[in-house]
Every structure is written in C-alpha cells, then in structure tokens.
C-alpha cells in the first residue's frame, strides 16, 4: 500500500502525514513505520478518498441523501403520481454509484448471463503454437 500512495498519490501522502501524523518528510521514518502509518490513515485522507470515491462524503452526507431521496418518495406517494406509479422520483446520486445506461434497442445482462461473461474473463487463455497448446 504504502509503494502504491508514495507512486501515485505522493503529494496527498505526504499531507496527510503531517496532517495525521505530525511528519513532515517521510525520510524522518523508517519504511516498515511508513506502512504501518499508510495502512492506519482514516478514511476521510486525503489517499483513502482518492483511492475509494465511495469515501469522498462521509456518513453525514450518506445519511442527509438518504434523508432527502426518503423525503421525496413519501412526498410521490401520496401524489397523484404516485397513486398511478408513475414519475418515481430517482434517488440522488451518490459517489461510485454505477449506472450503466442503455441505448434505446440495447439488450443489457440478466444476472446469470453477466456472471457468466465474467466468468470467460478469468478463465486461462489457450494459445496454440504448433502442435502443443500452451496455458498461459
């Protein structure tokens, strides 16, 4: 973990150091302590947060969003719109959401047929060189 931050995230590492940890330079501490400290940062760092975007809210945020989307479905509810189930209102969006949008006409994935795609993804690649198949 701590070669990964120090490769792509080495200006955030060093702020949260010194913002968590009081270091300043990371030549002040030997590596295993450097990791151990990487390993330890909060989830509201400045590396948690660039490495998972599901942390760049806090509860707070979650809760308050989870609050509204509620807010707006028993508001739709007890509207004409919702007495036909029409216009549900759509949940706000939150940070590493998926959502995959479809073309009109576009056939997406069943569950079975998406677990099975993946599953052709991971299996070894055959390459045949003369008469013998290799695995790669």
Request: net charge negative.
């Amino acid at each position: 973990m701590l070669s990964y931050l120090y490769g792509h995230h080495h200006a955030k590492l060093i702020a949260d150091f010194f913002q968590f940890y009081g270091v300043s330079s990371l030549e002040e501490l030997d590596v295993w302590t450097a990791a151990e400290l990487a390993s330890e940062l909060p989830s509201s760092s400045r590396c948690m947060r660039s490495s998972d975007e599901r942390l760049e809210w806090n509860a707070t945020d979650y809760l308050l969003a989870n609050a509204v989307d509620a807010l707006r479905l028993i508001t739709w509810l007890n509207s004409s719109d919702g007495s036909k189930g029409t216009n549900r209102p759509k949940p706000i969006p939150r940070p590493g959401d998926v959502h995959v949008k479809k073309e009109e006409g576009e056939k997406g994935f069943t569950p079975d047929e998406l677990l099975a795609h993946l599953a052709k993804l991971h299996e070894p690649a055959v390459v045949e060189s003369g008469k013998q198949a290799i695995t790669e």
